[in-house]
């Protein structure tokens, strides 16, 4: 019995394709041929569904998923396999009209039969290319399920929810889908370029509602089902790889016919009402009545080439067919690739015989999935076929490796992942050809995972830049009534709007997501100051109750929780800051602002008694009536100054204090020093960070010395005299240091006689000779000379010693204590 032949004819939305995998399934095996990857991996996910993983195969250039069971194969048209089948199916077989790729088509329609079905799905303008090649076929005309209308002409801004925009390149489609950000919070993305599962995610996105547009190249008309009710041309002209065409009645269909679904009607229309952008009446009239010209010609070459030679292999794919509907095919991509190569000694010289020459023609079918042009898909194909004639006649595993590699990442934007998984398809493809790698198995397994990977950096992109779900959420949920916003916060700050971040509120500080457009900042501010208000409040509440390790200041802001709340200001003295509430906090209520700030105030007052305690003593003395001017002349400089001033500026009004005003000072903790007035307090860390941030509110910035430094290079961070570093020459020393070895130096002295004092205490802190000469010299000692050369002796000059008196009361603490320690200089040394 012969085996039927069905060509099954008719517009979109027949329900062809269900048809044949109906068909296909109620038999022991089949093989269906699509036109895109993509419409293959949708029919294999049904077919799993109905069968099993077990029993199911896709085969296509770049992945091959064929369990060793499988009986029902789904593949592009380029990947079909030659075994035998009970049924076989052609989807779409008007593309043997396909300048690059309709001889595939023909091929198919003419060789490719099933044992006991065949069926050939396509549009009723293939109907008399049916009647002249395949003239035993019955033909079944397949109605549209439903009525597709023209709906005119309607702007981008002004299409209907469940809207798809068809534009015919990566750049337009681009730009419409950022317009649909811009205007209506967002549109899915699908391309012909996108694999399964980038083209999946985005189609989910649509489909489950999170966005009511698509955009999308022609792909769309390829059999994608989707739920779309009007279809938009933002264009009615492509690029076919040969020059810019307007689109065929036909192909303006098959877009078209993506609008409505089984029973529920469609429409289609421009986005422009005059020029080459805009239907023709007659174009009109074909599409609604499903009117289209017969297709007269299919592209034909050879399918069974002869590869004894490489001349005889370019004479048999250039060979013309018999005269009658069949047309020569221009030459696709991989017989201009063969040419190149053939120009080539060296590949005459390794294609010799049927063996290498059907290995060269393999390598030339290599898609240019990376869209490069001629020559360098020539030179990269040109590579490759080294490879699989020379050694062991594989690719390299070190250079397949390293060429995925590079291309495993998700950094960059929307194009450059793009372009990276058009680069990974080669590569798949490569590992799917079982002999040219030595493991292809593990290969087609990293290129898989890499390509996964970058669908989904892809979707994510694509979502980040043409889905704004923050607006798409305040449309849905409030239109221009910011009151009804509902607003949530996260553990860490954000704000959010149905799980959307709109923001983050930082302390008291609510920031608007800079992504945010300028239309919706002003909506969102508006509804973050009316939801927000009562989290303020308990935050304030939280700030008045809250534990003094809570709070910090660094340089004039005092922070809560390392939110910034207030800033400090110049008070009445140094010791005493105004406390200034930050702007954020406008929007509590005034006896809540007065307890904020009382607790801040309460916290600084105990913070400078505990580290800085000197600093008030100081104000208190200066503004003292009863104290002699020196004496407030004194304090007050120190009191300016931070509590550490050099000597030699004050030395008149030093030398003028009465022994009872200079303990005082020594009560008060102030060390009079040879050279420098000072509390020790003062050099530790604590201290000297709020020494810092209180001279910082004065606008006294200061680099704060490397914790328990007691020397320092010069011109490092804090090696001022204003830090507590007295500068000598190449280093600089703490100035209480300075002080016990100016003591030491002078307990030492017998009067104006020479001595040599003990170089060990200066040495131990790190003191270096050359520092110790000059702290020596202006400490007011000079070295001795005999006979030209320089004695280990110093001599006082007669310039004031330290007094006794002078000494603060408290002994020293902590590391002071350990300098107390060293001892006197010995006497007479030497």
Known sequence: MKAAVTAVLGPTNTGKTHLAVERMCAHSSGIMGFPLRLLAREVYDRVVRLKGPEQVALVTGEEKIVPPNARWYLCTAESMPEHDAAFVALDEAQLGTDAERGHVF?????????????????????????????????????????????????????LPKRSAIVAFSAEEVYAVAEMLRRLRGGAAVVMGALSPRTRNAQVAMFQAGEVDYLVATDAIGMGLNMDVAHVAFASLHKFDGRRNRRLTVAEMAQIAGRAGRHQRDGTFG???????????????????????????????????????????????????????????????????????????????????????????????????????????????????????????????????????????????????????????????????????????????????????????????SLTQRFVDKRTTALIRQIGADASLLPVTIGAEGEVLVEEHAIGRLDGFRFTVDPAARAADRRLLLAAAEKRLAGERSRRAEALVSAEDAAFTVSGPAILWNGHGVADLKPGPSLARPQVTLHRDLDCLA?????????????????????????????????????????????????????????????????????????????????????????????????????????????????????????????????????????????????????????????????????????????????????????????????????????????????????????????????????????????????
């Open 106 to 158: 023909t091929d198919r329609l003419l060789r490719r039969r099933g044992r006991e079905e065949t069926m050939i799905l396509g549009s009723e303008a293939l109907r008399p290319m049916i009647r002249d090649l395949v003239p035993d076929a019955e033909i079944i005309g397949r109605p549209r399920f439903s009525r597709l209308t023209y709906a005119g002409a309607k702007k981008i801004s002004r």
């Open 270 to 460: 421009a986005v422009t009402e005059e020029g080459p952008g805009a239907f023709l009446p007659e174009e009109v009239f074909a599409i609604e009545e499903h009117r289209f010209p017969p297709i007269e010609h299919l592209y034909w070459r050879n399918g069974e080439p002869d590869v004894s030679s490489i001349d005889a292999l370019i004479a048999s794919l250039e060979r013309r067919p018999e005269p009658g509907v069949l047309l020569p095919a221009p030459p696709a991509t991989d017989l201009l690739v063969l040419k190149r190569l053939a120009d080539e000694a060296w590949v005459r010289e390794r294609a010799r015989g049927p063996a290498m020459v059907k290995r060269l023609w393999a390598a030339c079918g290599l898609p240019d999935f990376r869209k490069v042009g001629i020559d360098p898909h020539a030179r990269f194909v040109s590579r490759i076929f080294g490879h699989l004639s020379e050694g062991r006649m594989v690719v390299p595993n070190q250079w397949f490796a390293d060429e995925v590699t590079r291309l495993d990442t998700i950094a960059g934007d929307v194009e450059t992942i793009a372009g990276r998984i058009a680069a990974i398809r080669s590569w798949a493809y490569i590992a799917q050809r079982a002999d040219w790698l030595a493991d292809p198995a593990q290969a087609a397994e990293r290129t898989r995972a890499i390509e996964e990977r970058l669908s989904d950096g892809l979707h994510a």
């Open 590 to 830: 005034k006896p809540q602002r007065e307890a904020v700030r009382e607790r801040l105030m309460r916290w600084l007052g105990g913070m400078v008694a505990r580290h800085v305690p000197v600093l008030a003593a100081l104000a208190e003395a200066a503004r003292d009536p009863a104290a002699t001017p020196g004496l407030r002349v004194v304090a007050g400089e120190l009191e300016a100054a931070g509590g550490l001033a050099p000597r030699l500026a004050l030395r008149e009004a030093v030398d003028a204090l009465s022994p009872d005003e200079r303990k005082r000072l020594r009560r008060i903790g102030i060390t009079i020093g040879a050279l420098d007035l000072f509390d020790p307090r003062l050099m530790k860390p604590a201290a000297a960070r709020w020494r810092q941030a209180l001279l910082a509110v004065r606008g006294q910035s200061t680099d704060l010395p490397r914790e328990g430094a007691t020397v320092l290079p010069r011109g490092a961070p804090g090696a001022r005299i204003a830090t507590g570093f007295r500068p000598l020459a190449a280093q600089a020393v703490r100035v209480d240091l300075v002080e016990r070895i100016a003591r030491a130096a002078h307990d030492a002295r017998q009067g104006r006689k020479p001595f040599a004092p003990d170089p060990a205490l200066a040495t131990s802190m790190g003191v270096e000779p050359a520092t110790f000469e000059r702290l020596m010299a202006e400490l007011g000692f000079r070295t001795v000379r005999a006979g030209g050369e320089q004695a280990a002796a110093w001599i006082w000059q007669g310039r004031r010693a330290p007094r006794r008196d002078d000494r603060p009361a408290p002994p020293p603490t902590g590391a002071f204590a350990a300098l107390a320690a060293w001892g006197n200089l010995e006497k007479n040394h030497g």
